[in-house]
């Protein structure tokens, strides 16, 4: 599962007015070790409890992360 997926399921949590530590012990218990962590958890529960109710990445400056493919690799390396 990734990350968005897991705070979509935070988010559900925060709306059925369960706290970080059920939410916590809920994702274990369904995912196991690849559940968030706990610091995560409270990290989307502030934003949530700030009104954010979007779980997309937000935006950030800067050069954006780029997924290493062989079409990259010969990009890269036709540069040398």
Known sequence: MDQKQFR???L?????GKNTVQAKQWLEKCY???APSETTIKRWFADFKRGRR??????RSGRPNEA?????????TKSF
């Open 68 to 76: 290493v493919t062989p079409e990259n690799i010969k990009k890269s």
């Open 8 to 10: 979509v399921l935070i």
């Open 12 to 16: 559900h949590c925060f709306l059925m």
């Open 32 to 34: 196991g070790d690849s």
């Open 54 to 59: 979007d779980t997309d990445d937000a935006e």
